[in-house]
């Protein structure tokens, strides 16, 4: 079935670092796929999608490129913020999930002034 | 208020009781949602309904009941609360289109249960 794998967390970094969050999945389909952030206390909210191969979702500073040839869809941010600590989810959808979001077990960032 | 929202936001009770966690949605999107969160386990979809009067098992259905009524509201109960449902609730909707695979996803702001 389909599943998606993010790295283990918590991932720490200084403010202005680069930051890379992994994500890959397992699709037997075409899935799209999504990041989800929760910052603390709140519910979850998407940051960014994409939805076919070679698309790359944007938002915030944040970027992810679905990569069909890796199966993965990598966050990426140049320059970290404290502000940008927080849950982060990957996720996808396909017609196979009955277009049910399938979850990654989230990453949790940490920036330190 | 436009949005989701959830309540009550805090609930404790004691293992036996019946609980209902309230979901309602001003949208009047099609899909509704319920995920539990847990430590190491990330999100689980308890329930799902595309539809008033349609509903469907998720991964964790077990132990909890779920009715829709009408569009708006989607609300879960614990029909007798064990501590292992001592867990964060999140209510969802999206609406459906020609591209749901595309749809995005809205929360509500959470239920923090505990089961003593």
């Known amino acids: 079935g389909n599943s998606v794998t993010q790295m283990e967390g918590p991932v720490t970094l200084s403010e202005e670092a680069f930051l890379t969050i992994n994500c890959t999945y397992t699709a037997t389909g075409y899935p799209s796929l999504f990041w989800y952030v929760q910052y603390p206390g709140e519910g979850l909210q998407l940051l960014l999608k994409?939805?076919?191969a070679d698309d790359k979702g944007s938002n915030k500073g944040f970027e992810a490129t679905y990569r069909k040839e890796t199966t993965s869809f990598h966050l990426e941010k140049g320059s970290v913020q404290v502000s940008d600590s927080a849950v982060y989810f990957c996720a996808l959808s396909d017609l196979r999930s009955n277009y049910q979001l399938i979850w990654g077990a989230g990453t949790k960032l940490i920036i330190k002034p | 208020d436009a949005g989701i929202t959830q309540s009550p936001r805090y609930k404790i009770t004691e293992t036996g009781r019946q609980v209902t966690l309230m979901c309602h949605q001003t949208?009047?999107?099609?899909?509704m949602f319920w995920y539990r969160q847990d430590l190491g386990h990330g999100l689980r979809l308890i329930y799902y309904s595309a539809a008033a009067d349609i509903t469907d098992k998720g991964e964790v259905p077990d132990g909890y009941v779920v009715s829709r009524s009408k569009t708006e509201n989607f609300p879960l109960t614990l029909e007798s609360a064990t501590r292992s449902q001592t867990s964060v609730y999140f209510c969802a909707s999206k609406d459906f289109t020609s591209g749901a695979s595309t749809d995005t996803q809205y929360f509500g702001p959470g239920t923090r249960l505990t089961v003593l």
């Open positions: 994409a939805t076919k």
């Open positions: 949208w009047s999107h099609s899909y």
